[in-house]
């Protein structure tokens, strides 16, 4: 079966750095384009980074310049580097796999984790 596993979620005080990862199995995982969601009360679902199996990246305007997204292929892990932190990074982090159209599409091309809690808090 197709499972992500965040992990690196917790409390940190503002400023701080986070590094959150996302271990896949049951896909091929080089043929995905992973990313990170997130998820803040009463607040819809947003991206906040993608990285392609190109690869290439994209980030939210919001993340821009403090968030780094990368992949390790080999391990089946995507990570998210949060650096310089601030309460409005408080949120769920999911990640997200997306089947890359270059390799087909099947029946199911998108898979999610269930999520690792991020709280900014001095």
């Known amino acids: 079966q197709v499972q992500l596993v965040e992990s690196g979620g917790g409390l940190v005080q503002p400023g701080g750095s986070l590094r959150l990862s996302c271990a896949a199995s049951?896909?091929?995982?080089?043929?995905?384009?992973m990313g990170w969601y997130r998820q803040a009360p009463g607040k819809q679902r947003e991206l906040v980074a993608v990285?392609?199996?190109?690869?290439?990246?994209n980030y939210a305007d919001s993340v821009k310049g403090r968030f780094t997204i990368s992949r390790d292929n080999a391990k089946n892990t995507v990570y998210l580097q949060m650096n310089s932190l601030n309460v409005e990074d408080t949120a769920v982090y999911y990640c997200n796999a997306d089947r890359d159209r270059r390799y087909g599409l099947g029946q199911i091309n998108n898979y999610w984790g269930q999520g690792t809690q991020v709280t900014v808090s001095s």
């Open positions: 990285i392609s199996s190109g690869p290439s990246t």
């Open positions: 049951g896909i091929i995982f080089s043929r995905y384009n």
